[in-house]
């Protein structure tokens, strides 16, 4: 979750202004800071490859007439090697505060188009309008990939490896845990950017670039940090309701290993009812599963975890809370019944009204 002061949170629960600027760096070096945006949309999603995406609307004034439209890798608001870091201003009253909202790469100039008038008979351009797509800075480490096939040099601990290969800062937000053996990292496109989601998923969770351009890894259980309120006096205006089959299986099978390196399996499913109409196989491993009655207990504990439970996705809608990031947990109250779970994806534009989808374990 994003810090801000108690009079920024005090402020978003009532009437508050917001104006959303545009940094513009080629490298770390500054082009044009304080832009504000006509049109922009931002959405983060946890299911994404690349968690964080957008796309942003520009209208630059010329100065002498000059047109600010780019030219291949040439131009100030070339698409190549420039990054757009993205703040939003809250004010009510005398009250002001800066939040970042993100720190984003542009990867394609949508659109671009000059506006022109006839000044002392002479057409001149008296502004561009430019359109970006822009996505969160994991979008560079997709891109970088390994040169060849590489081993972790030591398996103490996710983070070090994590911050040997992930080529931005760490925040070590959970408990480090060691690495397996025969870890082989592949040269591929995205293979950087999976083998630092590989190293989350050995954390319990996965990785999230925040709004300052760190590693963090999101666990997939954690505290509530915020609770919203529906009703009168709240800021929550719409619950949604999602049924999904797909974390829901009819059967699990596992295969072991013994020691003496036969193979194991073990099956376990539903055999009536509704579950059992359309199948839906889930794969169980474990590498400490050496003997029968092991796989047996493991491949049912899986089973029953997975006909007891599944995952239903709740799409919220409320007023602009800037605070709010993919990966945390939160509640709603107020609503018929008690509400929580964790943000999985965010959608934030020009509007007052922001859209967020949470997703909660309920029992079948």
Same mark, same amino acid.
């Given at each position: 979750?994003?810090?801000?002061?108690?009079?920024?949170?005090?402020?978003?629960?009532?009437?508050?202004?917001?104006?959303?600027?545009?940094?513009?760096?080629?490298?770390?070096?500054?082009?044009?800071?304080?832009?504000?945006?006509?049109?922009?949309?931002?959405?983060?999603?946890?299911?994404?490859?690349?968690?964080?995406?957008?796309?942003?609307?520009?209208?630059?004034?010329?100065?002498?007439?000059?047109?600010?439209?780019?030219?291949?890798?040439?131009?100030?608001?070339?698409?190549?090697?420039?990054?757009?870091?993205?703040?939003?201003?809250?004010?009510?009253?005398?009250?002001?505060?800066?939040?970042?909202?993100?720190?984003?790469?542009?990867?394609?100039?949508?659109?671009? =188009?000059?506006?022109?008038?006839?000044?002392?008979?002479?057409?001149?351009?008296?502004?561009?309008?430019?359109?970006?797509?822009?996505?969160?800075?994991?979008?560079?480490?997709?891109?970088?990939?390994? %040169?060849?096939?590489?081993?972790?040099?030591?398996?103490?601990?996710?983070?070090?490896?994590?911050?040997?290969?992930?080529?931005? %800062?760490?925040?070590?937000?959970?408990?480090?845990?060691?690495?397996?053996?025969?870890?082989?990292?592949?040269?591929?496109?995205?293979?950087?950017?999976?083998?630092?989601?590989?190293?989350?998923?050995?954390?319990?969770?996965? *990785?999230?670039?925040?709004?300052?351009?760190?590693?963090?890894?999101?666990?997939?259980?954690?505290?509530?940090?915020?609770?919203?309120?529906?009703?009168?006096?709240?800021?929550?205006?719409?619950?949604?309701?999602?049924?999904?089959?797909?974390?829901?299986?009819?059967?699990?099978?596992?295969?072991?290993?013994?020691?003496?390196?036969?193979?194991?399996?073990?099956?376990?499913?539903?055999?009536?009812?509704?579950?059992?109409?359309? =199948?839906?196989?889930?794969?169980?491993?474990?590498?400490?599963?050496?003997?029968?009655?092991?796989?047996?207990?493991?491949?049912?504990?899986?089973?029953?975890?997975?006909?007891?439970?599944?995952?239903?996705?709740?799409?919220?809608?409320?007023?602009?809370? %800037?605070?709010?990031?993919?990966?945390?947990?939160?509640?709603?109250?107020?609503?018929? =019944?008690?509400?929580?779970?964790?943000?999985?994806?965010?959608?934030?534009?020009?509007? *007052?009204?922001?859209?967020?989808?949470?997703?909660?374990?309920?029992?079948?």
């Amino acid at each position: 979750m994003r810090a801000g002061s108690p009079a920024l949170i005090d402020a978003l629960s009532g009437s508050f202004n917001v104006v959303t600027t545009a940094d513009f760096f080629r490298g770390s070096d500054p082009i044009m800071q304080g832009l504000n945006f006509v049109d922009w949309e931002v959405r983060h999603d946890l299911s994404s490859t690349v968690k964080g995406s957008g796309t942003g609307t520009l209208i630059i004034p010329s100065i002498a007439g000059e047109s600010y439209i780019p030219s291949g890798s040439s131009g100030l608001f070339s698409p190549f090697g420039t990054s757009i870091v993205i703040t939003q201003r809250f004010s009510a009253g005398s009250f002001s505060e800066l939040v970042l909202i993100g720190w984003f790469k542009i990867v394609r100039l949508v659109d671009a =188009r000059d506006s022109t008038a006839v000044v002392n008979g002479r057409e001149v351009t008296t502004n561009t309008t430019l359109t970006f797509e822009f996505r969160s800075l994991d979008e560079r480490v997709l891109r970088a990939g390994f %040169p060849s096939p590489q081993q972790p040099p030591a398996l103490g601990s996710c983070y070090v490896e994590l911050r040997r290969i992930g080529m931005l %800062p760490v925040d070590q937000s959970v408990t480090d845990r060691g690495l397996p053996e025969g870890l082989t990292w592949v040269a591929e496109r995205g293979g950087r950017l999976a083998a630092v989601q590989e190293l989350a998923a050995g954390l319990g969770g996965v *990785a999230v670039v925040t709004s300052d351009g760190r590693w963090r890894i999101a666990p997939h259980e954690g505290d509530v940090v915020a609770t919203l309120h529906l009703g009168a006096h709240g800021t929550v205006l719409d619950i949604g309701h999602e049924i999904d089959t797909d974390g829901v299986y009819s059967d699990v099978f596992g295969v072991f290993e013994a020691e003496d390196g036969k193979p194991i399996y073990a099956h376990a499913g539903v055999t009536d009812g509704p579950l059992a109409i359309e =199948r839906n196989i889930r794969y169980a491993a474990a590498g400490w599963v050496n003997t029968q009655a092991l796989a047996d207990s493991h491949v049912q504990g899986v089973f029953a975890e997975s006909l007891r439970s599944q995952y239903t996705d709740r799409r919220i809608s409320c007023v602009l809370n %800037p605070l709010i990031e993919i990966g945390d947990f939160v509640a709603v109250d107020g609503w018929h =019944r008690p509400l929580s779970g964790q943000v999985r994806s965010i959608t934030n534009s020009d509007d *007052a009204v922001m859209d967020f989808v949470i997703r909660e374990r309920v029992t079948l």
